[in-house]
Every structure is written in structure tokens, then in C-alpha cells.
T-cell receptor, first 110, second 114 residues
């Protein structure tokens, strides 16, 4: 079993839709939960991170962590074509080493 | 944030040969990382490279196959040795800025082995 599982998609939705991206994990020691966005032929860039459980909102993006279920989510409201990218969840215990999910390829159709 | 460049951006190589990938950062950093991103797979950490010490390799990766150099605080190289088609992947350099939200990635090197 992988430490972090993420549905690779691909996921295609119309512009303006709400997008939900999810990851599950098995290591209960993870404390920091990140979402990275990776455009084609670019390196990943950090979108949001959350410490422990709870929600965090940044503009159209909301990250949720449910440690009891070992489940994290990223919601994108009012999705835009510029949101089309691969979204990777990542987790760490805090000691620099990140463990990544497979990434979900998202396409927002105008 | 740190600006990271990698060379080459892509290459096509013959099996049995070696390729050295360079990573240059615009600021001094203590920790640099090398990742592999295979098609349809997650980013997998190959090794951690600290200046002035031997690189630390993750399970499944060995120094003979992926030798790493870290001559100073702004530069590192990763060599993929004796390549096979299974080494076809994107190789990414990353640096740690000291906080959880300060891990930055280079654009990657897209390697195809024939």
C-alpha cells in the first residue's frame, strides 16, 4: 500500500464548476499537508499547506484535512481555464522529506 | 522564493550511457533534493544533498546509479549512470528554504532513454 493515494484522473470540468481533489494516506505521523500545482513542463509550486486538521481558505481555494479519516481535500470554486494543471498532494512529518500523491490532471473547459 | 534552473531541460540518450543534470539556485541553501517523476507516478525522492557531506539516498536508489555532487551552496549535479529505458523520467531538483512552505522546485529535466 502506498503511503499516499491520489486518484490520477484525468478530471475535466466546465468553467465555473466546483472542483474537489482528494488524497488518502496511511501514515498517522504526517503533520503538514500540502497541495502543489504543476503546469505542463514546469516544476511543482506550492498552492496551500495546512498544519494538522482543519480547513484553510485562500481565495477560490480551500484545503481540508481530516486526520481521523486520513483524508485531505482541495476545493476550487469558480474554476477557471488557468486552473488547468496537475495537482499533487504532499505530506510530511515536518522533517523536510515530502511524500507525494500521484497527482490529478485537471482540465477546466471554457 | 528561490529561483532554480536546471540543465539540460530535456535529452534523449542511448542505453548504457550516462547523463549529468545540473541544478543552479539563485541563493545559498543548505539542503537540496533530487526527485524523479515517472509518467503517471508520484514524485519520488532520490536523495538529499547537503553541501560538504555525502548525499543521503532513499530506499531503492544507490550512489553507483545516481551519483550526486554538491560542491557549494548554490549548485548540485545528479548523474544518471548506465541508463536503461526504465530511467526515462523527469528529474527535478528542489531546495529547502527552512520552513515547511519553503520547498521550491526547478523546472525539471525530461529524460528519454532509447
Amino acid at each position: 500500500q502506498k503511503e499516499v493515494e491520489q486518484d490520477p484522473g484525468p478530471l475535466s470540468v466546465p468553467e465555473g464548476a466546483i472542483v474537489s481533489l482528494n488524497c488518502t494516506y496511511s501514515n498517522s505521523a504526517f503533520q503538514y499537508f500540502m497541495w502543489y500545482r504543476q503546469y505542463s513542463r514546469k516544476g511543482p509550486e506550492l498552492l496551500m499547506y495546512t498544519y494538522s486538521s482543519g480547513n484553510k481558505e485562500d481565495g477560490r481555494f480551500t484545503a481540508q484535512v481530516d486526520k481521523s479519516s486520513k483524508y485531505i481535500s482541495l476545493f476550487i470554486r469558480d474554476s477557471q481555464p488557468s486552473d488547468s494543471a496537475t495537482y499533487l498532494c504532499a505530506m510530511t512529518q515536518g522533517a523536510q522529506k515530502l511524500v507525494f500523491g500521484q497527482g490529478t490532471r485537471l482540465t477546466i473547459n471554457p | 522564493s528561490a529561483v532554480i534552473s536546471q540543465k539540460p531541460s530535456r535529452d534523449i540518450c542511448q542505453r548504457g550511457t550516462s547523463l549529468t543534470i545540473q541544478c543552479q539556485v539563485d541563493s545559498q541553501v543548505t539542503m537540496m533534493f533530487w526527485y524523479r517523476q515517472q509518467p503517471g507516478q508520484s514524485l519520488t525522492l532520490i536523495a538529499t544533498a547537503n553541501q560538504g557531506s555525502e548525499a543521503t539516498y532513499e530506499s531503492g536508489f544507490v550512489i553507483d546509479k545516481f551519483p550526486i555532487s554538491r560542491p557549494n551552496l548554490t549548485f548540485s549535479t545528479l548523474t544518471v549512470s548506465n541508463m536503461s529505458p526504465e530511467d526515462s523520467s523527469i528529474y527535478l531538483c528542489s531546495v529547502d528554504g527552512g520552513r515547511v512552505d519553503e520547498q521550491f522546485f526547478g523546472p525539471g529535466t525530461r529524460l528519454t532513454v532509447l
